[in-house]
Each structure stands twice: as C-alpha cells, then as structure tokens.
C-alpha cells in the first residue's frame, strides 16, 4: 500500500510541478538548444511571445505532463523502496528516521530507475518545445506528440527514443542526490517531523531542493538537450564529445545556458511538487 501512495503523491506533484514552471523550463530548452537564436532570458521570452504568441510558452505541455507525472511517479515510489534498502545497508533501526545523507543516497539510487521512464517524455517533450526553431532553421514540419514518438519510432527504432540515456543518467544521478538532500537538509531546519511542518517550510525546502539539483548537474542537461532536440550538430555524439565540443566552441559559459530561468523555475515548481507529495501522502494516509 505505501508504494502506492509513494506513487500516487509524486504524480499529483508532478501535476503542480508542470503547471507552476512550463514557462521556465521552454526558455530553457530553446536557450540550451539554440543559444545562436536566444542569448538571453528575457529577449528569448520577448521572442517566443512576438512570434508563437503565450501559447509558445506551453509548448510540450502535455508530455511535459506525461514526463512529470510519470517521473515523478516512478521517482518517489522508488525513493520509497530504495529508502528500505539505504536503511538495511547502514543497519538503520526501523523506528529511527534516515540522516540527510542516506536520504539523499536513497533518492540517488531511485533517479537510476526513474531515467528510464523519463528518457523518450523527455526527448519528445523537447522535440515540441524547439519546433518553431527547427522549423526555422530547417523547414521542418511542426507535429504532435505521438506524430514525433511515430517518426522517430520508424527512423530509429526504440534507441531513438532513448537518445541521450547516457547523458540524462549523468544528470539525474547526482541530481537527485542534491535534490533529496537539499529537500531534507533545509526542512529539517524548520521541522523534526514532516508531518507537522508549516507547508510554507515545505514550498521553501522544495524549491531549495529544485535549485540544489540543477546547480549540480545543469552541464549535463545542456548536452542532454542538444543531443534530443537534434541540435548544434550533438545528435550523433557520446556524452563526453558533446560535453567537449561545448566546452570547445562555447567555454563553460557554454555549459550553463538556460541556468537562470531554470533556477527561478525551480523554486516554485519544486516547492509545488513537494507540497502536493506531501499533502497527497497526509490524505491517502
């Protein structure tokens, strides 16, 4: 029953996440992806509104949807089970909380299991958000979810839909390690019991644990994003060569585009996810 609760809350969180953050997370993409068009993150949403109008900010919203959702659901549900098996591996007595760091280990080990359902929501979620470049840049015709999942299905078979695995792994892994931990880390100094922490305490550690994340593993997102959208010539390289010809051509200024909006999209969306979790786990308790 716990795991479905687990399951249930990171999927209402998923929800709040997507509807707090859309915004943020397409200037972030189309910054990542074509840093030649969009250089910074107000004139890239002044261009997105002039030319796709508020709706381009959405873009990818359903399997942005999709993505969170199922993330998130297999995240906290695997956050759940691997908490049991951080526990028996540090000899944590059941009646005793996990520290900071075992909780961070905990989420670490979930995020290699969540990559897999997140890779191909990714890949098409950033598909939708960059058309109207790709479209611009190449003539290429603006489609559907399921029209891209379709195409690339036929051109490359299922290793289509998990280009940039390797690169969302690096992500993830020591993302949700500073992701959990930050969360538990910064709550703890609120409330000994997350039961009966202020949901203001909660939105504040949430969006802590969003930024935390991103400062740690932003780099490899960049390359994750060029690799899905097809990008700057990305697409057919390993991890380590896209990273390089980043570093190469661009510095590490390079690495880190998209970072601003991305960090003030984490405050409000991460606070969101842990606060409906939170407040999903309470109800179906």
């Known amino acids: 029953m716990q795991i479905l609760k687990d ?16 915004p943020f997370d397409t200037v972030k993409v189309k910054m990542q992806a074509f840093p030649g068009i969009h250089s910074g993150v107000f004139s890239c949403f002044r261009r997105v ?34 908490k049991r098996v951080i526990r028996a591996a540090f000899g944590v007595p059941t009646d005793q909380k996990l520290n900071t760091t075992q909780s961070a280990c905990a989420g670490s080990l979930a995020a290699v299991f969540s990559t897999l359902v ?36 036929q051109a490359e078979g ?9 690169s969302t792994w690096v992500r993830e892994v020591p993302g949700y390690f500073c992701f959990f931990g930050g969360y538990e880390l910064v709550l703890s100094f609120f409330a000994s019991d997350k039961e009966h922490a202020n949901p203001a305490a909660v939105v504040f550690a949430g969006g802590c644990g969003g930024a935390c994340f991103w ?10 994003s060029r690799q899905q959208v097809d990008a700057e010539g990305v697409k057919s390289v390993n991890f380590v060569k896209g990273f ?5 051509s661009e510095g590490i200024s390079g690495l880190y585009r998209g970072l601003l909006p991305t960090v003030i999209r984490a405050f409000p969306a991460n606070g969101a996810l842990f606060l409906a979790y939170e407040l999903s786990k309470q109800i179906l308790s």
């Open 118 to 153: 997140v890779g191909p929501l990714e890949l098409i979620k950033c598909r939708r958000q960059a058309q109207f470049e790709l479209a611009e840049q190449r003539g290429s015709v603006k489609m559907t979810p399921w029209e891209i999942t379709r195409r690339l299905f």
């Open 158 to 166: 299922l290793r289509g839909l998990y280009r940039g695995l390797t």
């Open 49 to 82: 509104i002039a030319k796709e109008g508020f709706k381009g900010l959405y873009a990818g919203s359903a399997p942005a949807v999709a993505v969170n959702v199922g993330e998130n659901a297999v995240l906290f549900m695997c956050y759940g089970q691997c």
């Open 7 to 22: 399951a249930a809350g990171g999927a209402v969180g998923g929800i709040g996440c997507v509807l707090a953050g859309q």
């Open 244 to 248: 390089s010809q980043i570093w190469r």
């Open 215 to 224: 400062l740690a593993s932003f780099p490899a997102d960049v390359v994750k």
